[in-house]
């Protein structure tokens, strides 16, 4: 009941939620035209396709099936699918866990090491990049097509033929197993990628906690300070604030990735201990491969609220991107009708505050330009009384 569960209707509602939510996300960073930080745009909307392809795949591979069926099929004319998700399905898992990758090797140039970062994070440096990993991640899982196949089985005495998925020869052969399924597993896709980013995390957090100590110390508080050095002071308590929520968001996705993927990892290592047939038949071995499978579905998925919770601007062009839809505007103008209300009657908002601020900037000219006629009026009538006396 509980892998009904798993790789049904939550599998179904977590794809279905996600692959919105992550083309949401791809439209924003679309729509974004930052030029300081066009290599993050690339970088992010690359893992997001990944991801929203991954959670595809295992829609195809596990929810439609149960959904349908009741349980994972081997047999009928659905396995014709299998070869093809279960191959592009790995493919798009270790595509992300090399984005990801590639993406915090990148932020830790940009905060460590900044001149190779300027040499290296270009824009078609960076285009190249994920072409390339995305090749990479299609040649390594390639083959995973050879893993299984699909055999007709014929009933000879009622004449009947079943279409059933099986796994070939190369899965079962234990040498194939123990160099790509763990070793070459660990080395690439799992466990040395979660090491080198959990590093990399602890070193870019190190980095943001000595450059705010160093400005402190350069900046110390004085009480004399005009109202100009304060402004400055508060922009940069903000900017160390956005620093060190970025941090924070990095950490978090890290952190899913790691929950996500070193599960994996393990159940590999104990199927190739325990054996092939032996793994399969144990129930809660099973159950673990539902729960694996379960959470690299809701890493997948979950991104957008990382980065709509940590990320201010994230927030503004979301909520820009909801408003350029007529129906979005119309919920967004329900929403704030009572509150745009209360704002004009009871206080001055801020956005009344800066547009009367410039209306006063201008009349303040108009006002320039007027006394400085009349004194010059008033002196041409000085300089003419004399005369008429």
């Known amino acids: 009941?509980?892998?009904?569960?798993?790789?049904?209707?939550?599998?179904?509602?977590?794809?279905?939620?996600?692959?919105?939510?992550?083309?949401?996300?791809?439209?924003?960073?679309?729509?974004?035209?930052?030029?300081?930080?066009?290599?993050?745009?690339?970088?992010?909307?690359?893992?997001?396709?990944?991801?929203?392809?991954?959670?595809?795949?295992?829609?195809?591979?596990?929810?439609?099936?149960?959904?349908?069926?009741?349980?994972?099929?081997?047999?009928?004319?659905?396995?014709?699918?299998?070869?093809?998700?279960?191959?592009?399905?790995?493919?798009?898992?270790?595509?992300?866990?090399?984005?990801?990758?590639?993406?915090?090797?990148?932020?830790?140039?940009?905060?460590?090491?900044?001149?190779?970062?300027?040499?290296?994070?270009?824009?078609?440096?960076?285009?190249?990049?994920?072409?390339?990993v995305s090749l990479l991640a299609v040649l390594f899982s390639l083959p995973r097509f050879f893993e299984v196949h699909v055999i007709t089985l014929t009933n000879y005495t009622t004449n009947e033929t079943i279409v059933a998925i099986e796994r070939t020869e190369l899965f079962k052969n234990h040498l194939y197993w123990s160099?790509?399924?763990?070793?070459?597993?660990?080395?690439?896709?799992?466990?040395?990628?979660?090491?080198?980013?959990?590093?990399?995390?602890?070193?870019?957090?190190?980095?943001?906690?000595?450059?705010?100590?160093?400005?402190?110390?350069?900046?110390?508080?004085?009480?004399?300070?005009?109202?100009?050095?304060?402004?400055?002071?508060?922009?940069?308590?903000?900017?160390?604030?956005?620093?060190?929520?970025?941090?924070?968001?990095?950490?978090?996705?890290?952190?899913?990735?790691?929950?996500?993927d070193i599960l994996p990892t393990v159940i590999d290592v104990l199927e190739h201990l325990v054996g092939s047939s032996n793994f399969m038949q144990s129930p809660l071995a099973s159950l673990f491969v539902d729960l694996s499978n379960f959470l690299i579905v809701l890493n997948c998925s979950s991104n957008f609220w990382v980065f709509f919770v940590w990320g201010r601007r994230f927030r503004r062009s979301c909520r820009k991107c909801i408003k350029s839809t007529h129906l979005g505007a119309c919920i967004y103008d329900l929403a704030k009708w009572n509150t745009d209300s209360e704002v004009s009657l009871c206080a001055p908002s801020s956005f009344t505050t800066l547009n009367a601020t410039k209306v006063y900037g201008s009349t303040e000219r108009s006002f320039r330009t007027k006394s400085r006629l009349e004194m010059i009026s008033r002196t041409e009538e000085l300089s003419s009384t004399p005369s008429r006396t």
């Open 179 to 260: 160099v790509y399924h763990v070793i070459l597993a660990m080395l690439f896709v799992t466990l040395c990628p979660c090491l080198i980013l959990f590093g990399l995390t602890l070193r870019i957090s190190i980095a943001l906690r000595s450059a705010i100590a160093k400005r402190k110390s350069l900046c110390a508080p004085n009480a004399e300070l005009d109202t100009r050095a304060k402004a400055m002071k508060s922009s940069r308590y903000r900017n160390s604030r956005k620093d060190h929520k970025s941090n924070i968001m990095l950490v978090l996705v890290i952190t899913k990735f790691l929950i996500s």
């Open 1 to 132: 009941m509980l892998s009904h569960l798993l790789n049904g209707y939550l599998t179904a509602f977590f794809v279905i939620t996600g692959i919105v939510l992550n083309l949401l996300s791809v439209s924003i960073f679309l729509r974004k035209e930052r030029a300081g930080t066009p290599a993050i745009q690339y970088y992010l909307v690359t893992l997001t396709l990944w991801q929203t392809a991954l959670l595809a795949n295992a829609f195809l591979l596990y929810s439609f099936p149960t959904l349908v069926f009741g349980f994972l099929v081997s047999t009928g004319s659905y396995v014709h699918i299998y070869p093809y998700v279960y191959t592009f399905a790995n493919t798009t898992h270790t595509g992300s866990v090399w984005i990801v990758l590639t993406l915090t090797i990148d932020r830790y140039l940009a905060l460590c090491q900044p001149l190779k970062h300027r040499a290296i994070g270009k824009k078609r440096r960076v285009k190249r990049l994920m072409i390339l």
